[in-house]
């Protein structure tokens, strides 16, 4: 009996405090989503580590081409070791060639022409005399020249990206070439990518960072 009667104040208790029967609600925790787009993630990009274009020839040529443009500009460390780079390098490479004709031809003309003509008629006491003469002259001369002969045009094309730790691709670049006047179209190719990868580095660092602010100009008064 005495149970029971302990149950049933449990119960009033319960039901006269409503917010004691609530289980207490967790407070949701936001974490600050990862700003994926920071400008300065290539700037921060040291050691890269270049991965296979392929394991064709054209491909390994291209990407031996690529590590030598990158080791050149002095700015950048190239690393086999993946897990100590800042960036991975990963890229296609494309390399066709093509045959053009060109035909030339050159020709000389000279020609010339002449001619002439006279007549006489003459009459008087019944009798009619006459006399005509004349004469024509033509020339022609001409000379023909051609040649043919077949240009091999050697073409490059490659796609490279840099990709954070993270797997964000931070910088792209496409580029193509025929070749220039003292390098073939592989070696010009790799040269400028990598020569467009210089470039949007110091640009990004000649620009004001995120958030900063233009000092006010001082004017001063005499």
């Known amino acids: 009996m005495l149970a029971h009667l302990l149950m049933a104040s449990l119960l009033?208790?319960?039901?006269?405090?409503?917010?004691?029967?609530?289980?207490?609600?967790a407070s949701a925790s936001i974490s600050p989503a990862k700003d994926?787009?920071?400008?300065?993630?290539?700037?921060?990009?040291?050691?890269?580590y270049v991965e296979s274009f392929g394991d064709d020839i054209i491909s390994k040529e291209l990407q031996s081409m690529i590590v030598s443009?990158?080791?050149?500009?002095?700015?950048?460390?190239?690393?086999?070791?993946?897990?100590?780079?800042?960036?991975?390098?990963?890229?296609?490479?494309?390399?066709?060639?093509?045959?053009?004709l060109h035909a030339y031809g050159e020709a000389t003309s000279v020609g010339g022409a002449s001619g002439g003509g006279h007549s006489e008629i003459s009459g008087g006491g019944g009798t009619i005399s006459g006399s005509s003469s004349g004469g024509f002259v033509a020339r022609h001369m001409g000379t023909s020249d051609s040649s043919v002969n077949t240009e091999t045009i050697n073409e490059a094309r490659v796609a490279i990206r840099l990709v954070n730790p993270e797997g964000d691709?931070?910088?792209?670049?496409?580029?193509e070439s025929k070749?220039?006047?003292?390098?073939?179209?592989?070696?010009?190719?790799?040269?400028?990518?990598?020569?467009?990868?210089?470039?949007?580095?110091?640009?990004?660092e000649g620009a004001d960072p995120p958030g900063a602010t233009v000092p006010a100009s001082s004017t001063s008064h005499n």
């Open 12 to 25: 009033l208790q319960t039901a006269g405090n409503p917010q004691a029967a609530k289980p207490p609600v």
């Open 69 to 100: 443009s990158l080791v050149a500009t002095k700015r950048f460390k190239v690393t086999e070791n993946r897990e100590r780079a800042d960036a991975i390098l990963k890229g296609v490479a494309l390399e066709k060639t093509s045959q053009e």
């Open 36 to 48: 994926s787009d920071d400008p300065t993630a290539l700037i921060k990009v040291k050691r890269i």
């Open 169 to 175: 691709v931070i910088w792209t670049s496409t580029q």
């Open 179 to 204: 070749g220039a006047k003292y390098k073939g179209a592989s070696a010009d190719v790799a040269d400028k990518c990598i020569k467009q990868l210089v470039r949007d580095v110091e640009k990004l």
